[in-house]
């Protein structure tokens, strides 16, 4: 006979934290990928996540994308963060304005009365030009910020979907498909095992930092997604997951 899997939302929530050794996952109804109600349930649910994570001084730096966005604009704290500043994980990933890191890091600093800096540098850069560019003072001293983030916060997408959206040359695609990449977060591409594929020089937050930051937090839904999702979770340095059924689903089978 067939065996019905009716999973519950707290059930997802259970498994993906025991398949994924997370300290906390959040699951919404529904898809991302059909749904807008859902989509925006999504970044509801990450904003709440992020309120109850920021502490005092708190450094938090936040990548871009569509559901970083819906996450920002509903963000609001009961209380101004005087003393908290968001900044962008990444330079300039070739996302759209709407949705770039840095229009995030502001966004949320001005809900919530925080400071920001933004970082205008491109992400890819020729090891010359970013030896040369990191000498700039002011630029140094954002990345320093960056790089001390105890916060982390952000989206996770298909490899080549992101490959595209960030109109990386056919070749390089070709390369990182080849290299067996499926996910895409931080600005580094994943296989399928979650180690990284087509790691470059980038004037960010690199891997160690994200590994030696306290509260990372990924944001991600929608089925199309899922074995993205379960990629990045092999990974292994999220401690948060805020997703919505169909991903949690399709994650699951990945796992
Ligand atoms: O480019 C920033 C980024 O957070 C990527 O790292 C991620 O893959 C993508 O955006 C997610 O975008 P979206 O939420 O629009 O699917």
């Given at each position: 006979p067939m065996v019905r899997e009716l999973f519950g939302l707290s059930d997802l929530e259970a498994a993906l934290r025991k398949r994924f050794g997370l300290k906390q996952a959040v699951v919404v109804p529904g898809d991302s990928d059909v749904s807008e109600e859902a989509k925006r349930e999504l970044g509801r649910a990450g904003s709440k996540v992020l309120r109850r994570v920021i502490g005092p001084g708190d450094v938090v730096a936040v990548m871009g994308g569509t559901t970083m966005a819906r996450m920002a604009s509903q963000f609001s704290v009961?209380?101004?963060?005087?003393d908290n500043w968001f900044v962008p994980a990444?330079?300039?990933?070739?996302?759209?304005?709407?949705?770039q890191a840095n229009t995030i890091a502001s966004e949320l600093a001005k809900r919530t009365g925080a400071r920001y800096r933004m970082l205008h540098v491109p992400?890819?850069?020729?090891e010359d030009a970013y030896q040369t560019i990191m000498q700039e003072p002011n630029v140094r001293e954002v990345v320093d910020m960056i790089r001390s983030a105890r916060i982390v916060v952000h989206g996770i997408g298909d490899a080549s979907a992101m490959a595209r959206r960030r109109k990386l040359d056919a070749g390089t695609v070709q390369e990182i498909l080849r290299d067996g990449a499926l996910a895409e977060a931080f600005g580094y591409y994943f296989d399928r095992e979650g180690a990284v594929v087509h790691r470059m020089a980038t004037a960010g937050l690199r891997l160690e930092d994200i590994e030696a930051a306290e509260s990372v937090i990924g944001i991600a839904g929608g089925r199309s997604k899922g074995e993205a999702i379960a990629a990045v979770m092999r990974f292994g340095h999220d401690d948060v997951l805020v997703t919505d059924e169909a991903a949690a689903e399709e994650a699951l089978k990945h796992a």
């Open positions: 009961p209380s101004p963060l005087r990444r330079g300039g990933l070739g996302e759209s304005v709407d949705y992400d890819h850069l020729s």
